[in-house]
């Protein structure tokens, strides 16, 4: 739930702040309106941004969610980027296959 929100990130910008400081508060938001949640399960939504933003976490569950995001994202995002760094004709090489 902590990435619950409901526009394109690379489009959208907002004035209150970046994407970082404002998606939390949007996707948490959004969670209150489908379910109950704890004091632990609200503090990691708004601060799995943490490093990016400035609010500490109460839980080492919130640390934990926010490591792992990090993780995901340079898993996702930047391993891609740095393996067509890398490997810069592999489209080509694997043309006729
Ligand atoms: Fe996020």
Do not use: C
Request: hydrophobic share 40%; proline share 4%.
């Amino acid at each position: 739930m902590h990435d619950l929100f409901y526009y394109d990130w690379r489009v959208t910008k907002f004035s209150l702040g970046t994407h970082a400081y404002v998606h939390p508060r949007i996707a948490l938001r959004n969670a209150e309106k489908l379910t109950d949640l704890s004091a632990m399960e609200k503090d990691i939504i708004i601060k799995h941004m943490w490093g990016a933003t400035l609010g500490m976490p109460k839980y080492k569950e919130t640390v934990v969610v926010s490591l792992v995001d990090d993780y995901a994202a340079v898993d996702e995002y930047l391993m891609p980027q740095l393996h067509k760094l890398a490997h810069p004709f592999h489209r080509l090489e694997h043309a006729h296959e």
